[in-house]
Structure formats: structure tokens, C-alpha cells
């Protein structure tokens, strides 16, 4: 298993700005993921982050909006650019892969935007 | 395309009732079933798996069994707590697709009265 820490676990930003979300692994993960969750939802899947190669996106979502970093097996971070109210939502990251086929979650980010 | 779809919420039962929550799921190859829990609060925690027909998962006197047969992973408890007050999460990840994603439901909300 992994335990995964998330920063900042909550913040509150005014439109038009742009939040970088930290997610460390205790341990190495072949993938790691980024979810949003908006309030009485499911998730959804925002991209699927590789060490060394960029991320894959989903359907519905840019790299120019959720721009995302994967230096190393153990660390990565989202942007949430140019923020809107529509983007107050709870991302969550995740690790896994590698044939395992489970991932361990973060506690999530409550992204709250006026 | 795959697809999870469990029972809407939310489901309310007084402690020491006996719970049942559906799960039905549309896969094109050989999915991995899983059940995750989120507390109030928290990110999502694994609460149990099965990764091929007729395999049980269990954990905290939860069951589920994968039932290929009626596409179903249904989870089920003898006796619930206040505790088991959470929202209850269905998902899969198609090992046919080796791409680790997991495709989630939409979540059942369960309120357990003392």
C-alpha cells in the first residue's frame, strides 16, 4: 500500500487566479492520478500523470487549464489556472499502477473560488 | 464502454440492520472490482476487492462477490454501525485495458441511526 499527503488541504482563491495542488507518495507508484470531485459526486478523472512524459487528459479537460508536473516516482502537482467559480470542487490524487490495478487515495484539496 | 452503476442514495438503516448495497457493471475485458469507502471529510480509502469470477472480497464484516454470470459486485453487511456512516464508492479497472484507470459509480450515501 502508499500513503499519500495532499497541500494545501483547503484554500479559498478569488477568480481569475491559478493553485498549484502538491501530492506526495511515501512510496515509489508507477502512476499517478488527479480527480475532481465536485459536492455530492462522483469522481471524475481529470489526467493520468507518467514520470517524464506528459500527462494524459481526459476528455473535457486541457492542458492550458490543469497543467500538471510528474518529476519523480514519489511527487506531483496540479494547477488549476485562471480559476472560476465553476472550479470549486474537491481534487484528489492518487498512485498505482504497474499491474496492481488499486490505487490509494489522498484526503483531497477543497478548492473553494469567489 | 465500461461502466459502474450502483444504487442511488441515500440509504438510511438503524444500527445492527443488515445492508445491501447493488452494484452492476458493463466491462469489455476482464475487470478487477472494487468497493471504496469515503468518510466524512476524508479522501477514499479501499475497503475491499476481487480481481476474477466468484472471488470474495471482505473486510470489517463487509462482503462482496464477483458475479460474472449477472455482471454484479454487490456489497453486503450482517450487522452495521454508526460508524459505516459513509459514502460507499463501486468501481472497476479493466485489466483488458492495462491502463490502471478506474471508472467509478456514482456513489451511495449511507446514514446508519444509533
Not at chain 1, 518529476?71 to 496540479?78: A, C, D, E, G, V
Not at chain 1, 499491474?99 to 473553494?112: D, H, K, N, V
Amino acid at each position: 500500500s502508499a500513503v499519500i499527503s495532499q497541500k494545501p488541504s483547503r484554500d479559498i482563491c478569488q477568480r481569475g487566479t491559478s493553485l498549484t495542488i502538491q501530492c506526495q507518495v511515501d512510496s515509489q507508484v508507477t502512476m499517478m492520478f488527479w480527480y475532481r470531485q465536485q459536492p455530492g459526486q462522483s469522481l471524475t478523472l481529470i489526467a493520468t500523470a507518467n514520470q517524464g512524459s506528459e500527462a494524459t487528459y481526459e476528455s473535457g479537460f486541457v492542458i492550458d487549464k490543469f497543467p500538471i508536473s510528474r518529476p519523480n516516482l514519489t511527487f506531483s502537482t496540479l494547477t488549476v489556472s485562471n480559476m472560476s467559480p465553476e472550479d470549486s470542487s474537491i481534487y484528489l490524487c492518487s498512485g498505482g499502477g504497474g499491474g496492481s490495478y488499486e490505487q490509494y487515495f489522498g484526503p483531497g484539496t477543497r478548492l473553494t473560488v469567489t | 464502454g465500461n461502466s459502474v452503476t450502483q444504487m442511488e442514495g441515500p440509504v438510511t438503516l438503524s444500527e445492527e440492520a443488515f445492508l445491501t448495497i447493488n452494484c452492476t457493471y458493463t466491462a469489455t475485458g476482464y475487470p478487477s472490482l472494487f468497493w471504496y469507502v469515503q468518510y466524512p471529510g476524508e479522501g477514499l480509502q479501499l475497503l475491499l476487492k476481487a480481481t476474477k469470477a466468484d472471488d470474495k472480497g471482505s473486510n470489517k464484516g463487509f462482503e462482496a462477490t464477483y458475479r460474472k454470470e449477472t455482471t454484479s459486485f454487490h456489497l453486503e453487511k450482517g450487522s452495521v454501525q454508526v460508524s459505516d456512516s459513509a459514502v460507499y464508492f463501486c468501481a472497476l479497472s479493466d485489466q483488458g485495458n492495462r491502463d490502471d484507470k478506474i471508472i467509478f459509480g456514482k456513489g451511495t450515501r449511507l446514514h446508519i441511526l444509533p
